[in-house]
């Protein structure tokens, strides 16, 4: 009965639609990934008080598999759409150094400024985009995300969010925090297709999990 209700509550979670929380609490389901078409977009919202909005002056990422510049863009709310390139967002360190955007990390650290009036008190929508594909990727992972402060504190608590990851060894399966074996203080993995609903969404989930690295 227990390993019913654990399944039950799993796919609750997963016919919710992209771009409102994806679970019962409302935190939001990471990693987000971005790919299919050029130009397909993955949307994600959270509902922020007054003096958080308030707080905000950028947004802070960790991406993995962006290979190139405009290989990936932003949106926050209505903005116009940001594309991440060295000249849009401030990569951290040790990928700066070792070429940015493009450059020998797959997996980086972005930092994207905020113009102000941007985030808003309410409902704020975070929009990822696939911008087009240069023959051999065919999208990317968002790990991590939140908004940050002037002084770069983070504005969303790590309670906001949950993760969702490959089980090692399982690579048709996912495993969803917080649910845990009775028995230890592993994760329970829920062995059905994360993305299943159709044929080729479960393809896509086999083929990012053979490309999974760390971080994820």
Known sequence: MWSELLFRLFLAALTVPAGSAETASDRVLLPIEVFEADGAAVGRT?????AQSESVRSLWLQVHGLRYPEQASVQVNTSAWIPLKDDTVTVAEPGKTYGGIGGGFVTLALTLHLPDGTVVAGANTVRFRFNHSDG???????????FLTKGGSKVLAPADFVRMRLEPGHPHCRTALPFKRASSSGVMPLCWPAASKTVRRFRRTVRTAMHTTDGT
Do not use: D, F, K
């Open 46 to 50: 959270v509902t922020l008080a007054p």
């Open 136 to 146: 051999l990727a065919s999208g990317y992972r968002v790990i991590a995300w939140n």
